[in-house]
């Protein structure tokens, strides 16, 4: 384990986002066909084109539905972080879910984005911008769908980050419930570097936490994560892998944040 801690960044990404991307369509393929396997539901919320933007569900194993616990996560929103549905797609393979999850799964949000390796859609505009007042018909789209679920327990994001020195991973936890941030890290350092900066995209952050102190209201471009805590949970975190590392590296990163925030939670 020492020796993965070890390794460099390749110094590719040098003003944005220069690895190795994928083949959205063939992931999106690999996705249903994992999901049918293992028993998911699968609804269509948006289509555009050739894509269909889908939302996945798993019940939880337990006889009360009561006691589950409502998990949500998503991935896939900037098309340059290749990373995040990639993880999605390991996640459903290896069908490793706490028995009382029932588990809410947007394995991609911006399918045309992966298209061009960009971070925002077809018309360059940041999805994860758009959670206030929607312009754009993805985001109209998913919170629709949203809007027709239940609350959650936990929301996880799954994001990448092209400058960043390792993992490291945004809380939001407003009623100081006990945090996930630390398990996560934790699990994610025997497989990926942490980034140990004090300052990760302008806020304070330790050991690769950062819980910015943001009222939602206060802003005007809200990303999905402020959509989520001011209307849906009441806790959840954002996972940035560090994208000029190794491709593999960041899926087993942000595979190993989501199974240790589950099993710490569920
Ligand atoms: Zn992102």
Excluded at 83 to 111: D, R, V
């Amino acid at each position: 384990m020492r020796e993965i801690l070890r390794v460099q960044k390749l110094g590719k990404n040098l003003g944005s986002y220069f690895g190795e991307t994928i083949d959205i369509r063939a992931v999106l393929r690999d996705v249903e066909t994992a999901a049918q396997q293992h028993g998911w539901t699968s609804e269509i919320f948006h289509a555009s084109g050739e894509f269909k933007w889908l939302a996945l569900h798993r019940k939880s194993e337990v006889r009360s539905q009561e006691s589950a616990v409502r998990i949500y996560i998503s991935a896939g929103i900037h098309g340059d972080e290749p990373a995040g549905p990639l993880a999605a797609l390991k996640l459903i393979q290896e069908n490793n879910w706490p028995e009382n999850a029932e588990i809410f799964l947007l394995p991609c949000l911006n399918p045309i984005g992966f298209t061009l390796n960009s971070r925002g859609n077809a018309d360059g505009f940041d999805l994860n911008r758009d959670y206030r007042n929607p312009q754009t018909a993805e985001v109209r789209a998913h919170i629709a769908w949203l809007e027709r679920q239940p609350k959650f327990d936990l929301y996880l994001c799954l994001h990448e980050d092209w400058e960043s020195h390792g993992f490291y991973v945004y809380e939001q936890n407003p009623d100081n419930k006990p945090s996930l941030a630390e398990t996560m890290v934790e699990a994610v350092k025997n497989v990926c570097p942490i980034d140990l900066s004090e300052n990760i995209e302008g806020r304070p952050a330790k050991n690769g936490i950062v819980r910015p102190n943001i009222q939602p209201h206060e802003r005007p471009d809200w990303p999905e994560a402020f959509y989520l805590i001011a209307n849906k949970s009441r806790q959840g975190c954002t996972l940035e892998a560090p994208s000029d590392f190794p491709l593999p590296m960041r899926v087993n990163a942000l595979v190993a944040g989501v199974g240790a925030a589950l099993k710490s939670f569920a």
